[in-house]
């Protein structure tokens, strides 16, 4: 059982468009849908209130780690995720959405006075390394089982391990974490190390096989589509980015004044 919901009104910088018509009436259906506790009107909020908005359909997010969320995806609990990547072995109870969205490759980050020890692969053989639980990187470094991985739910407590000195380094999504480092006022303390990982990866959309999503799997294929050939996904990252120092400046102040 979910004890928290967070929903909210996405106001983009651009014009969304008409929706999507979709196989049938949906009557105001509503997309089960979570993202990281961290960032509840992060980046993957507003590509979740995108389709939501152009499937004509309310959209409901929780505030869930990704291994839980992922969990809650494969169980049903949830009806549509955002930021997956296809494994080698594809769960049965998920239906990735082809094109993928987007493709990034990951960064590593290291406290300043050591990003320059580590130029090339091998380099990282002796470092504590922290990672996100059941998120994969690149083949390398994923298939490695000698490397020393400490897996966390969030950025935050990469960023919080790296500072205090508990871990060496870790490995996160480039403009987020930047982003996340500048409202920290952290930038002159974490960098990205001097060997960085050139394998891109693909991050899709995907649904739950059990959920009534299934049914407007079509719809949701063609909504990507468009979203890819026009624009819209490149203009909502742009939009978010641009913001985004502001927005978790002003939160850490809120936080720290409840605290």
Not at 170 to 189: R, Y
Not at 218 to 238: H, L, M, P, T, Y
């Amino acid at each position: 059982m979910f004890l928290f919901s967070f929903s909210a009104a996405v106001i983009f910088a651009f014009n969304l468009g008409e929706p999507i018509a979709v196989d049938s009436p949906n009557e105001q259906l509503t997309i089960r849908s979570a993202v990281s506790p961290d960032f509840l009107d992060g980046l993957h909020s507003k590509y979740l209130h995108y389709i939501a908005k152009k499937m004509d359909m309310k959209l409901d997010i929780k505030p869930l780690s990704f291994a839980r969320r992922l969990r809650a995806l494969k169980h049903g609990d949830l009806d549509l995720l955002v930021g997956l990547q296809i494994p080698q072995q594809r769960s049965t109870r998920l239906v990735y959405i082809e094109p993928p969205y987007q493709e990034l490759a990951s960064t590593i980050f290291m406290r300043i006075q050591e990003a320059e020890q580590v130029n090339e692969y091998q380099d990282l053989k002796d470092l504590r390394i922290a990672i996100t639980e059941k998120v994969t990187y690149f083949d390398q470094f994923d298939n490695d089982r000698k490397l020393s991985k400490v897996a966390v739910d969030s950025l935050q407590q990469k960023i919080h391990l790296l500072t205090m000195q508990r871990v060496d380094a870790f490995i996160h999504n480039k403009d987020s974490t930047q982003a996340t480092l500048k409202a920290m006022e952290l930038t002159n303390q974490v960098v990205t190390a001097s060997y960085q990982p050139e394998q891109v990866r693909k991050y899709h959309f995907a649904i739950s096989r059990t959920s009534f999503l299934g049914s407007h799997q079509k719809a949701i294929v063609s909504v990507v589509e468009q979203g890819i050939n026009n624009g819209d996904f490149q203009r909502i990252r742009e939009h978010h980015y641009a913001g985004l120092v502001k927005r978790q400046q002003e939160e850490l102040r809120s936080n720290l004044t409840v605290e």
